[in-house]
């Protein structure tokens, strides 16, 4: 039961990865951070990545009878890929972060909440396989999302984009790390 605990909160944390990059940048373009724009961005970003793990957990719901004999296959490759993805999106993203505006309207952050909650939905198909708490899993990430952006306003602010690329390449080795785990308990070469 811990052990479900603590991968539903790495899981979280490693999610909300793309939403702290991304607020990172988003702090490096204000010249000073109002309490107001860090509620609209834990909000925007901490809503959207619960809802879309929903989503991705009613479709893989959906057909999990047809696949339950290789369900830790598809958990593997989709944190994999999706640690993979986060880890790559790393490199690039000094571009993309160039052009990061401050605006905190719905037109600027629905967009970007969107973007960042595209992993979420492949996480949700994931934990559809797990056997996990959704209302936990669904309210840690929500809520891990909503803060970590609101604390990467103040951080991009603070300290720039220093540790931007080190907190998203860090969200994608323990998605990796988690997924590995899965198929190997699966695989019954470890037990927890």
Known sequence: MISIIIQTLLISVSVAMDAFAVSIGKGLTVTRVRHQDAVKTALWF?????????????????????????????????????????????????????????QFDWKHMLPLAIACSIDAFAVGVSLAFMKTNMVFAISSIGIVTGL?????LYIGRAFGARWQKPAQIAGGVVLILIGVKVLLEHMGVIAF
């Open 148 to 152: 970590f952006s609101a604390a990467g």
């Open 46 to 102: 901490g809503g959207f990545q619960a809802l879309f793990p929903v989503l991705g957990y009613f479709a893989a719901s959906t057909f999990s009878s047809y696949v339950t004999s290789f369900d830790h296959w598809i958990i593997f490759g989709l944190l994999v890929f999706i640690g993979g993805n986060m880890i790559h999106e790393a490199f690039e993203e000094d571009e993309e972060n160039a052009r990061e505006t401050a």
